[in-house]
């Protein structure tokens, strides 16, 4: 259909383009997939004859959102979410480009399963998909998977999804061949044995609600382990996700050694505290845990710095027969491809953090980290944009969002600002009415 | 017809425990003294008398099909006594001591014992404690002088030199002592060599041996004269090494396509015993470029050299 993919200004926007530093009042022109133009007053002349002429009324646009870790339940759980309703959420929140784990059933270990991911993406879902591969084989932390040929057929990582590989020695030949080929290790830092049976953080709030507590070393010991293994390999590294001031030391030091390491935290961690828990609220049961405010404090320095690299929304759509249960028997996770972005505009609002900084931490940092050619404003890049009002009031309805489950932490919260308009590969992909 | 030998080269050494500390001259001198068993072993009389008397005593305590079966026949066509010992009858599978065995060993005065170990300088520490020459044939990831000297001998005899020319060394360095024998050799010699490998299977640290580091196979095998294949064990293929023999043929097996990096006119060599379809593909193994049978042949006449010229050097010789 060449009617849906005609040229579009975006007209009299607040143009944000974080990799190159650029915020200012501008037009955006956009033709055959491709970002064109983004200046001051390209005006009626510029136009191509039959173009979409879009009024952004100050509203800023910006380059689409690239989620670096949302799960997605296909294969295998696709009463969980599908590649179709988690790219509809995603549209919905601005991300125009998916990265997806490898924890599915099959896991994406084999390059035919990474075919499969592309092709189910193609064909169903309006918004890009970039897989993950699995780091070792069906995850289970021994041998590692075929990172040269997987990252031929299209792994932008390699991760073994929530789990950690406990093995120094797996971790450091997996690291010693990924390098080879230049291959991106994401890790979830989390010692297993160290967690034990704990359920959310420890301290005094797992011990009123008499639940078993995660202590943060359990994160920061792996992450400074896997430190001097990237030292040792030189490898490349990006903590998948990380939540505590103990891991924001060691990240610090490994990144003033000069070690190719990169960061996640997730919305969850930058938004949420351990108190939000209340009285066993299990949608605010993630993995790692949320932690205490002084982490969370800690965790938006980090990203207002730039020792944080990236925020992602941690996707993980759980439906009530996981959810509606004890709080230790529940599962982990939330969802967060539709509200990533509304809710780091708290941030914005609280003057925690600028609209640059979160922006280019949710599209140009994940861009160059993965080697993806979106998170930028540039001519001749793809036309993956965002529009965004930032000070539009709403209140989440759960039964509004997309995705097949309703497990949002952001319950029925009040927002301020949100996305209205998403473009994915030069056509509108999501718009609100 | 008994040829008799024309090169009275000594190896003025006791063992030959490794091609590190070899000189040049001894070196060549091997080489010189192998061409005249190379002739020998294609004539029908191929027996020669100058280990009669000679006790030879070939102790493998790892399997062997070509290096033993070559240390036998090259004794045995210099006139010594050959006996074989395996580890599945010795007695170092009821527990005996490997230094217990050498001093059994060396009660029988065997002249010459050749040994292979799993241990990286056990075949040292044997020499340590017997009065014949030891000759190691092969010790752990260490060395195997006599393959880095046929391969050398091959070499010479098909490219007319070695000096100058790129040999690349393809596989599994890191336990390798095929590799790290020949690369001691070929720089003595005055060749550029190269190893290509992924970097789990290179030991860190490999670039001070006097090598140039490849992690791939096109720019590794550019205007190579020489490719060295090397085998990669089973149990290295599965994830713990690299991650499957699917992926590790895919980017380090040698196949017509990843040859044709190299020179027009490159010659592929391998230890043996090969995987087909793991490190190398058939049809380049048993190609036009490939040297991999002589290499077998060169190898009885090596031994015959070496054992040769330690005997020359031995008591009452």
């Given at each position: 259909?060449?009617?849906d ?6 007209a009299?926007?607040r143009?944000v ?10 037009d ?18 510029g ?5 979409e002429i ?6 800023i646009?910006?380059p689409?959102?690239?989620d670096m870790r949302?799960f ?8 969980r979410e ?6 509809l959420a995603?549209?919905a929140?601005g991300?125009t480009?998916i990265v997806?784990?490898p924890?599915t059933n099959?896991v ?6 990474v075919d499969?991911i ?6 169903t879902?309006i918004?890009h998909?970039?897989?993950m591969?699995?780091l070792t084989?069906g995850?289970?932390?021994r041998e590692?998977t ?14 073994d999804?929530?789990?950690?590989v ?13 390098r080879?080929?230049d ?6 830092t989390?010692d297993p044995d160290?967690?034990?049976?704990g359920?959310m953080n420890?301290?005094?709030?797992a011990?009123r609600l008499g639940?078993?507590?995660?202590p ?11 430190m ?8 490349r590294?990006?903590?998948a ?14 990144k003033?050694?000069g ?11 930058l938004?949420l ?6 009285p066993y ?15 969370r404090?800690?965790?938006v320095?980090?990203l207002a ?6 925020v992602?929304?941690d996707?993980?759509?759980q439906d009530?027969e996981t959810k ?9 996770g939330a969802?967060?491809l ?8 708290r941030?914005?609002?609280a003057g925690?953090?600028?609209?640059i900084q979160?922006l ?11 080697g993806?050619p979106?998170?930028t404003?540039r001519?001749g890049?793809p036309a993956?944009?965002?529009?965004i009002?930032p000070?539009?009031?709403?209140v989440?309805?759960?039964e ?10 952001f ?9 209205v308009r998403?473009?994915v590969?030069?056509r509108t992909?999501y718009?609100?009415? | 017809?008994?040829i008799a030998?024309?090169?009275s080269?000594?190896?003025n ?8 500390g070899?000189?040049h001259?001894e ?7 192998s061409e005249?068993f190379?002739?020998?072993?294609r004539?029908?009389?191929k ?23 070559s ?5 045995k066509?210099?006139?010594?006594d050959?006996m074989n ?8 599978k009821k527990?005996?001591?490997l230094?217990?065995?050498a001093?059994t060993?060396n009660?029988m005065h065997p002249d ?5 170990h799993h241990a990286?300088?056990?075949?040292e520490?044997?020499s340590?404690?017997v ?16 393959q880095?000297l ?8 098909n490219k007319g030199r070695?000096?100058?020319l ?5 596989g599994?360095i890191l336990?390798s002592r095929?590799?790290?024998s020949?690369?001691?050799?070929l720089?003595t ?14 030991p860190p ?7 140039e580091?490849f ?6 095998l ?5 490719v060295?294949?090397l ?18 043929f895919?980017y ?11 020179k ?5 060599m391998?230890p ?8 190398i593909?058939?049809?380049?193994a048993d190609?036009?470029?490939?040297l991999?049978r002589e290499?077998?042949?060169m190898g009885?006449?090596?031994r ?7 005997s020359?050097n031995l008591p009452?010789?």
């Open positions: 259909m060449p009617s993919r005609r040229p579009m200004l975006l009299n926007a143009v383009d974080p990799s190159r530093d650029l915020d200012f009042p501008g955006v022109l956009i033709a055959d997939g491709v970002i064109r133009e983004a200046k001051r007053g390209i005006g009626a002349a136009v191509p004859q039959g173009a879009v009024d952004c009324k100050g509203r646009v910006a689409g959102l690239i949302a997605v339940g296909e294969p295998g759980a696709e009463h599908t590649l179709a309703t988690a790219s995603a549209a929140g991300v480009t997806c784990q924890d099959p994406i270990d084999d390059h035919a399963i499969f592309l092709r189910r993406a193609r064909d879902a918004v998909v970039a897989p591969a699995a084989k995850l289970e932390g590692m075929e990172i040269g040929l997987l990252k031929s057929a299209g792994a932008v990582a390699f991760t999804g929530a789990r950690s406990t093995n120094a020695q797996v971790m450091r030949r997996a690291m010693t061949y990924a080879d080929f291959a991106l290790i994401v890790h979830h989390e160290l967690a034990g049976e359920v420890e301290g005094e709030f011990a639940l078993h507590g995660i943060k070393a359990a994160e920061s010991i792996m992450l400074e382990r896997d001097r293994l990237v030292a040792l390999t030189d490898g590294y990006h903590a996700s990380v939540t505590c001031a103990e891991s924001l030391d060691v990240l610090r030091r490994a003033d050694a070690l190719s390491v990169t960061a996640s935290a997730s919305i969850n961690h938004t505290n351990e108190i939000d828990i209340g609220r299990t949608f605010f049961k993630v993995a790692p845990p949320l932690r205490a405010e002084e982490d404090m800690a965790i320095e980090a710095s730039g020792l944080i690299d990236v992602m929304s996707h993980n759509p009530v509606r249960l004890p709080f230790a028997e529940a599962a982990p969802i967060g539709e509200t990533m972005l509304t809710a780091g505009l941030l914005v609002h925690q953090i600028d609209l979160l280019r931490a949710m599209s140009t940092r994940p861009a160059e980290i993965l993806l979106g998170g404003l001519p890049a993956d944009l965002v529009v009002d000070d539009l009031p709403w989440l309805d759960p509004e969002l997309k995705s097949k489950c309703k497990n949002t932490p319950d029925e919260a009040r927002m301020t600002g949100r996305v998403t473009v590969a030069g992909a718009e609100y009415a | 017809m008994n030998a024309k090169s080269f000594v190896l050494r006791r063992h030959l425990l490794g091609i590190e070899l000189s001259a070196i060549t001198g091997l080489l010189d003294l005249e190379v002739a020998l072993n004539q029908v009389e027996k020669r008398t100058s280990l009669r008397g000679r006790t030879q005593i070939n102790l493998f305590f790892e399997s062997s099909t070509r290096t033993q079966s240390f036998e026949l090259a004794g066509r210099l006139g010594a050959v010992m395996s580890v599945n009858s010795s007695a170092m527990g005996e001591t230094i217990d065995t001093v060993l009660a010459i014992l050749v040994m292979r990286s300088g056990a075949v520490l044997l340590q404690k009065d014949g020459s030891v000759i190691n044939a092969g010790d752990g990831a260490h060395e195997h002088p006599t880095a046929l391969d050398a001998l091959t070499i010479r005899r070695i000096e100058g790129i040999v690349a060394i393809c599994d336990h095929v590799a790290r020949n690369i001691i050799l720089n010699l005055g060749a550029r060599v190269r190893v290509i490998a992924p970097s789990t299977l290179l640290g490999i670039e001070r041996l006097g090598v580091v992690r791939d196979m096109r720019e590794g550019a205007d190579a004269d020489i060295m294949m085998r990669l064990q089973r149990e290295r293929m599965n994830g713990s090494f690299v991650p499957s023999v699917q992926e590790y895919a380090f097996g040698l196949d017509s396509t990843k040859l044709a990096y190299a027009p006119d490159a010659l592929v391998h043996g015993p090969m995987n087909r379809g793991v490190e593909d058939s049809a380049v190609g036009a470029q490939s991999i290499q077998v042949e009885v006449a090596v015959m050299a070496v054992l040769e010229a330690l020359r009452n010789a």
